[in-house]
């Protein structure tokens, strides 16, 4: 199996506010649906109820949660490890938060996925781990312009 975490990072690790995306970047959410469209997506239960529509369409959803409160459209496991025991040993998983989960998933993890934000937010109550130690294996870069209002870029890491 191959674990994936993805995130989007503001440079300060800042990942939410108020369990809310800090940055709505089109590119980024267009890269995050190709990456994860037709794999396994594992978040825990604040992230499943900050996602607008509910379960991701065309992927298996896992959600964390100790409760089997109602999660329409996804499978609930009371631990990674859990919910990683279900998965197949072709099967592709993303972690998608929040930030106990990217947290724990760091250790196990064979590849970062981020989206590195060149600005700090004013507000911020969710932040990513440190990942000091992880070696970047490709980078796209997208500069200000007409089509991107935030200096950002595209970022892959595998363990060092």
Known sequence: MKI?????VAANRAIGYQNQLLYHIREDLKRFKALTTGHTVVMGRRTFES????????RRNIVLSRSKNDFPGCEVYSSLSDALSHCAE???????GGASVYEEALKIAD???????DATPEKADVFF???QGWKEVNRQ?????EQHPIRYAFVDYVKG
Not at 51 to 58: R, T
Not at 91 to 96: P, S
Not at 111 to 117: F, G, M, Y
């Open 51 to 58: 996602l607008p529509k509910g379960a991701l369409p065309n």
């Open 129 to 131: 781990p440190s990942y």
């Open 141 to 145: 870069q997208y500069e200000i312009d």
């Open 4 to 8: 994936n975490v993805i995130a989007a």
């Open 111 to 117: 590849r970062l996925c981020l989206t590195e934000i």
């Open 90 to 96: 072709d099967e592709e998983v993303y972690i998608i």
